[in-house]
């Protein structure tokens, strides 16, 4: 785990979002984020008592942002808005989606544009420190307006109205016993809080930044089973020249067939033909240029993602006196970054079930076993597994219909084109998952294949990782059921576990 990170509005990090996220990082306002803070709750205030319009402070909201508000009423109106839009329904968040969420709202909000005390980025970041996590229901957002259900769920748990998810059980408890148990009294949202907590990219971002994290894990992952595959289907390694990316202009292309020169640095297997004999399938063939467009994907993801980490997305915003009302609540740009990914996730695992495919198949595999079966026809081997493989890849390629496509008006037509980017992390993850379980197949029948083969042996880097996966994973001599092997080998990709222990012996 990192040290303490400072929060600043200006400075996190997609390595720092990391840590807090999914390490439990502590965090700590900095003393510039607290008095920028105050100078804009500052403005808020002096609006408030000279009862100037404006928008969600002296007004309502959306469609109803016609209608005045007295400066008397003006703090019921936040607490009202917090428990109006906490409207949303399925399944509780993951602690990590949720600990991104808060973090990246709290980081906004430092920025010291939003109006808001800074007792409230105090109280956010004490939820981060005593590891609370409120309890947010997946279904709502349509990722315009802010994530605005999502958000006020945060919001009312932070008043002491709503939930938090039990870390024993992860049931729902109550917000005021658990804040009490950790010393906390509830937050009474004061002018401007509560439309300041809810506007905002917080969900899409929080859902974008682990969603590349994972990615890249699952790159890695694939790019060692394209190695493993490549031997043990005796590929040709003429394929891998880095003359080839060179010409094409691509230094993707040429990053991805240097990492597989490297991992088969060594075979007896991949080797140089010495007879013709026709060219490989594309998933060898053409390995470095369909991975370098997943490299390409993930570039363009971070290049959305870095400048969102420290962006304010509330509405209005504080600039001295003076309330700014736009749209950088809007999550258009977060919403084709998460669908382009999920695009980009499905051709790792659309690439994998091919070669998957072609390993089990007795006249596609270069004189192998059907099925790699210990004895064929008694046994059926990796028949089923790649079946598991190709509905994945089926499961994969409809949730890659990109969810930021088709806009619903909400609000009446107020806001009348939204980015449905919530949906699209939602399915961006299920993506990443169905992916891990396709590619730690590959690994398993590769690894298979390969001890098939003996004695020829590998590269330095695909005999490594034969050597991590039989470390967790028994050698098929008999039929048995895979479930419980792809399951785990899908976690250790997952965790990076395997991917480091090739790494360790072969940097690639």
Known sequence: MTGNVSIDGQSLSLEQFLAVAREGAPVSLSPRARATAAESRAAVERAVASQRAVYG??????????????????????????????????????????????LLRLNSLAAGRSGVRPELLDRLADLLNHRLVPWVPEQGSVGASGDLAPLAHLALALSGEGSFVDPA???ARPARE???????????????????????????????????????????????????SFDALEGDPEALDDRLGEIRHSPDQRAVARALRALLEGTELATPRRAWAGQDA??????????????????????????????????PVVFGDEFVNGGNFHGQPLALALDTLALAVQY???????????????????????????????????????????ALVNENATLVHPASATSLPTSADQEDFVSMGPWAGVKLGRVLANTRKVVAV???????????????????????????????????????????????????????????????????
């Not at 060898?284 to 962006?311: D, K, M």
């Not at 020829?456 to 050698?475: P, Q, Y």
């Open 178 to 228: 658990v804040l009490s148990a950790a010393g906390l009294s509830p937050l009474s949202y004061a002018e401007k809080e509560g439309v300041a907590l809810l506007n905002g990219t917080a969900l899409m971002a929080s859902y974008l930044a682990l969603a590349i994290a994972d990615a890249r894990e699952a790159l890695d992952a694939a790019t060692v089973a394209v190695a493993l």
């Open 57 to 102: 402070v002296t007004t309502g909201f959306g469609g109803l942002s016609h209608h005045s508000i007295s400066p008397s009423k003006a703090r019921e109106l936040q607490q009202a808005l917090v428990r109006s839009h906490a409207s949303g329904t399925g399944p509780a968040l993951a602690p990590d989606v949720v600990r991104g969420l808060v």
């Open 282 to 315: 594309y998933t060898l063939r053409c390995a470095p240029q369909v991975l370098s467009a997943v490299r390409l994907a993930l570039r363009f993801a971070e290049g959305i993602l870095v400048p969102e980490l420290n962006a304010v997305t509330d509405n």
């Open 442 to 508: 590959e690994w398993i029948v590769a690894g298979q294949a390969l001890e098939l083969r003996r004695p020829k042996k590998g590269g330095r880097g695909t005999e490594s990782a034969l050597t991590a996966l039989r470390s967790r994973v028994a050698t098929w001599t008999a039929d048995r059921s895979a479930s419980a092997d792809i399951e785990r080998v899908a976690g250790l990709l997952a965790s990076g576990t395997l991917v480091r222990e090739v790494r360790a012996t072969v940097p690639f």
């Open 169 to 171: 059980s992860g049931a």
């Open 348 to 390: 790792l695992a659309g690439f994998s079930e091919r070669r998957i495919a072609r390993l089990v198949n007795p006249h596609l595999n270069r004189g192998l076993p059907a099925f790699l079966a210990p004895e064929p026809g008694l046994s059926s081997g990796f028949m089923i597994p790649q079946y598991l493989a190709a």
